[in-house]
């Protein structure tokens, strides 16, 4: 690339930066944000209402402890194809009606919910969910980025992931109490009042940014990425391989914390349904704290001058690592405090680092382009979603003693987290990769 290209697409970056940091785009991207986090805060209610209503559903429908692990498998069976088919859309669709769509579908696969259900129709309502909520979590990400400069990126995208954590932590206590004094069949009715709501809220108030194609990179060393690149080429790069290993890796835990940690208290450690609507919300507090820091934290050593490598891929397997390491350890403690503390950690600090994930996608993948990548890497993140209740069902169904089962699944879910933290740390470079794939515009 020429110097004076070069040049001139660094002065059209920061001009960019300029106009997404000015007061007026700043106060309407933090609208945006929350209306986002909510928007996932309903999608994580949505996941997490089958599993604190599980006993309560198994007894119901005469479900084994497998076909429950099967049952909330389905949840991701088209998890993957929604992400992928939806997700495409981003860019062709307003945000404003592809996110209301979406919602729509997701009040509509609770509707049968809310009376009597056979196995089959659960199973059919939570695949037409899983397909409905598969683009989610890209979607958000996409749409939240086009508020703000690339160094501002990792703060407003932690906030949008904490809703994951903020739906549950409201959700567990509210909806516990529902089922307990009502039915578990109120609760689907709750949920789907719920989305109605927001999605009226979304078409007056959503909406997109005015984003540029800015990626890694600070000041005079920002890198303006092309309008689009070859599709192989992206997905050749180390740093979008490892954001889809690291991603996959830290989904296991987010699987299991919405599917089967209810029933694990329950079950496993033998807390009572009332102790385990409180308990439940810990590791969902622990993750609207964490991931607001990690979010804080990245943005400050961003605007400091740090790479995106030091800031979001490092920082994040550090925080992934650490999650694994608690998710092993508290298999190996009694009953107590001190285990709670490291289940809430293990299943918390995976959140905190996730947050960080798409903003390093936004940090070498074109625009255009962002919302194709982002879906794919939910497709491949959602095929952990799918194995990981599927091996805890497996190996509870399976164990003479009920905690036996449950830990040997979660040090196998422990390990599979430290991969994910060691292959950011091998593969994700954003400044490097940005700067092979800006070498590709048809003008350098």
Known sequence: ?????????????????????????????????????????????????????????????????EQFGTAQSAFFWLFALGAIVLGSLGGRISARWLLAGLVGLWVLSLAP??????????????MLLGFAEGPAGALSQQIAHTWFSPTRRSLPASVVIMGASLGPLIAAPVLTWIIQSYSWHAAFLVLMAAGVIWLVAWLFIG????????????????????????????????????????????????ALKVSWLPLYLREGLHYSANATGLLITLPFAAAVILTFLAGLISTRLSLAGRSSRTARALFAAGLLAAGGVCMIGFTTLPV???????????????????????????DVVPAKQRGSVMSITVAIYSLGGVAAPLLIGSLVSGAADTAAGYGRGFVIVGVIMLVGALAATILVNPERDATTIAAHHPNS
């Open 113 to 126: 919910m809310t009376t009597t259900v056979g196995f089959g129709v659960f199973l059919a309502c939570r």
């Open 207 to 254: 909406g997109e940014g005015p984003a540029g194609n800015a990626g890694a990179g600070t000041g005079k060393q920002a890198v303006t990425l092309p309008d689009t690149v070859p599709v192989r080429l992206l997905w050749t790069r180390p740093t979008v391989i490892g954001v889809a290993i690291f991603s996959f890796c830290s989904y296991w835990a987010t």
């Open 1 to 65: 690339m020429s110097l004076q290209n070069r040049q001139t697409r660094i002065e059209g970056g920061l001009a960019a930066d300029r106009e997404l940091d000015s007061p007026r785009v700043r106060r309407r991207g933090w609208i945006i944000t929350l209306m986002l986090m909510a928007f996932m805060l309903i999608n994580f209610a949505d996941k997490v209402v089958v599993s604190l209503a599980g006993v309560e559903i198994k007894a119901d429908l005469g479900l084994t402890s």
């Open 336 to 362: 107590g405090p001190t285990q709670m503390v490291l289940i809430a950690l293990a299943f918390s600090l995976n959140t905190a680092a996730w947050g960080l994930a798409f903003s390093l996608l936004s």
